[in-house]
Nanobody, 114 residues
């Protein structure tokens, strides 16, 4: 059973940057495409970015050019570099496989406010 632990969120001003990390337990991590998802208040959880086993990446239109997803299979980690943050990026961010197959972690809160 893969366990997912997200970290790196916090309070940032508009235009600022954050780097989120996801640590996944289990040696099968590298076998799956992975994604970052987010859920804003009163909204559904949506895919933000995903990375294949071969490091091919895709992004939601709303974050394209600002966010970068990457993975380190040796460390069982997935990262999300977020630049030029906007107020609408505020949400709880989660990682999971794509499509999501594992139990969700607790996520990490991102707040964008001046």
């Amino acid at each position: 059973q893969v366990q997912l632990v997200e970290s790196g969120g916090g309070l940032v001003q508009p235009g600022g940057s954050l780097r989120l990390s996801c640590a996944a337990s289990g040696s099968i991590f590298s076998s799956y495409p992975m994604g970052w998802y987010r859920q804003g208040p009163g909204k559904q959880r949506d895919l933000v970015a995903r990375v294949t086993r071969g490091d091919f990446t895709t992004y939601a239109d709303s974050v394209k050019g600002r966010f970068t997803i990457s993975r380190d299979n040796a460390k069982n980690n997935v990262y999300l570099q977020m630049n030029s943050l906007k107020s609408e990026d505020a949400a709880v961010y989660y990682c999971n496989s794509y499509p999501p197959l594992f139990t969700w972690g607790q996520g990490t809160q991102v707040t964008v406010s001046s």
